[in-house]
Structures are given as C-alpha cells and as structure tokens.
C-alpha cells in the first residue's frame, strides 16, 4: 500500500470517528492517535489558537512546546501565512523551535472554520525530508472535516 492509499483508509477512519462528534477536544485526540499509529510519526498533534498564541492540544508522542507565538517556529508561521509549511530539514528553517532534537522535518497545516484559523495540525519526523505534497493533499482534506 503507498502513502496515497494508506491516508485514504486513515482519512475513512477519521471521518468515521469524528461524524456526529461535536467535541473539538475528542476529534483532535482521536484524529492525532490514528495518524500517529498508522503513519508512526514522531510527533502528531494540535496546537489551538488562543488569543496570540498558539496552546498545545491533544497531540501523540513526547512532551512538547506548551505555547508558541504568532509567526514563530514554524507552527506560528502556518498560521500567520495560513498555509500548510513543509519543512525538509527543521534545523534549516529560520527561528525554528526545537521542542525536541530528535524532530528532523515536519509539516503543519492550518484548520479553519468560517475562514477563521482555529487551531494547526503539526506532525514531527525523525527523518529529514518525510512530508510531500502527497502529505499536504491529504492532511489538507483530513483538517477541512467538521472538527467543531
């Protein structure tokens, strides 16, 4: 099975766990835990937008950064760009926050609801260069479910 039909059968799951789930929390920890197990990412989780920062929410893996800025590290870039980032090499990215050395590359992925950023999905590697844009399609239509 490629990457392609795995995040098709994982995007099945979520669909099917969250549908009829009003509970942003419970949507996020569910949605972290299946891409973590199927994909064994290094790190796999939310961070929700509150006031000027961004708050750490259910995520899978080790400990991470509590809050992060507005433009800052990458998950604070996505959102002040509102875009997914694709970083091939986090130690070359400008302002990077290392929450942990262990994090070689990682993508993050704006959720939006009303067109309002609510919340980002940041998923870690411990390999270098592991998103594509075959990962970007696909956590791209995983973030526009119905979260909230």
């Known amino acids: ?12 799951q979520i ?3 969250i549908s009829g789930e009003t509970d942003q929390i419970a949507n996020m920890a569910n949605t972290a835990a299946l891409l973590h197990e199927a994909f064994g990412f290094w ?6 937008i509150r006031g000027n920062q961004l708050v750490l929410g259910p995520f899978q893996g080790p400990v991470a950064c509590t809050r992060i800025g ?15 980032v694709i970083v091939p090499d986090v130690h070359l990215f400008p302002g990077h926050i ?7 590359s990682e993508i993050v992925v704006p959720m939006f ?6 919340a980002v999905l940041d998923i870690d590697s411990k390999e270098l260069a592991t998103f ?3 990962d ?10 119905d979260f909230i």
Do not use: P
Request: net charge negative; aromatic share 14%.
């Open 70 to 84: 507005f433009g800052k590290g990458v998950c604070g870039t996505s959102w002040e760009r509102r875009e997914t």
């Open 132 to 134: 594509d844009e075959v």
């Open 15 to 17: 669909q099917s766990v």
């Open 43 to 48: 790190w796999t989780g939310f961070y929700i």
């Open 98 to 104: 290392a929450c942990s050395s262990q994090s070689q």
């Open 136 to 145: 970007k399609e696909w956590l791209e239509k995983i973030v526009a479910l």
């Open 1 to 12: 099975m490629d990457k392609a039909e795995k995040y098709q059968e994982v995007y099945k």
């Open 113 to 118: 609801h009303n067109d309002e950023i609510y």
